[in-house]
Nanobody
Framework: QVQLAESGGGLVQAGGSLKLSCSAS????????MAWYRQTPEYRRELVAD???????NYADSVKGRFTVSRDNAKNTVYLQMSNLKPEDTGVYYCNANIRDRYYIWNNYWGQGTQVTVSS
C-alpha cells in the first residue's frame, strides 16, 4: 500500500519562510509527477507547484519567485520551500503524486494535508 506523508506546516508571520516535505512510502516502482496543492479557507483546492520526474517545474502565478519545488528521487520525497509568505498563502497544503505500484498500476495519491497559517 502506498502512502504520502507531509510535514513542515505551521504558523509564521508574513514575510517568513517554511519548508514542507512529503515522502512516499510503500511498494513503489516509480513516481512521475509530484505536486503541491492548497485548499483555501474558501475551500478551493488549487495547484501551487508541480515537478516532473525529470525535474521540470511549474508554478501558480501567485507563488512564482517566492516558492521553490524540488524532489529527491532516491528518497521518494518532494519539497516546497516557501519564502516571503503572505496571509493569502494560508491554507491546508496537500501533496499529490502519480505512482506506479508493485502491480505496475499507476494511481494518483494524496497526503493527509498540513496546515500553513500566515499572520499579518
Amino acid at each position: 500500500q502506498v502512502q504520502l506523508a507531509e510535514s513542515g506546516g505551521g504558523l509564521v508571520q508574513a514575510g517568513g519562510s517554511l519548508k514542507l516535505s512529503c515522502s512516499a512510502s510503500g511498494s513503489i516502482l516509480s513516481i512521475r509527477n509530484m505536486a503541491w496543492y492548497r485548499q483555501t479557507p474558501e475551500y478551493r483546492r488549487e495547484l501551487v507547484a508541480d515537478i516532473s520526474g525529470d525535474g521540470h517545474t511549474n508554478y501558480a502565478d501567485s507563488v512564482k519567485g517566492r516558492f521553490t519545488v524540488s524532489r529527491d528521487n532516491a528518497k521518494n520525497t518532494v519539497y516546497l520551500q516557501m519564502s516571503n509568505l503572505k496571509p493569502e498563502d494560508t491554507g491546508v497544503y496537500y501533496c499529490n503524486a502519480n505512482i506506479r505500484d508493485r502491480y505496475y498500476i499507476w494511481n494518483n495519491y494524496w497526503g493527509q494535508g498540513t496546515q500553513v497559517t500566515v499572520s499579518s
